[in-house]
């Protein structure tokens, strides 16, 4: 496969690449459209430090609120502000990542009156 993508990146018709090397026309296609390497494309394109000091500022003015709270008012005010979303998962990265999230509460199980 990385023979008939050189091959076509030379110049070269996709279907006579595709019929002399046996490749299927419709996969060399698709990997012509792919960006040249695949970790470009699962890189994140956006910097957290801006998105950790919003969440910084939720915080502290909130303490007792969680990543689903804090990414609810994310959200909000950033509609209001006409900049793209947060995925909920990010923000829950983001804030492990630093050490925001709230200390897990153990529940405490009450047993019915013991006589």
Known sequence: MDCALT?????RPVK???ECLGVARSQLTVRIKQSASPKTRRSRPVNDAELVAEIQQQVSELPSYGYRRVWGL???ARETQLLPAINVKRVYRV???HNLL????????CHGAES
Do not use: F, N, T, W
């Not at 709230?102 to 199980?109: A, C, G, Y």
């Open 7 to 11: 091959l076509v990146a030379g110049g």
């Open 16 to 18: 006579l690449v595709s």
């Open 74 to 76: 994310l959200r909000r």
């Open 95 to 97: 804030m492990r990542d």
């Open 102 to 109: 709230l200390e897990r509460r153990i529940k405490q199980h």
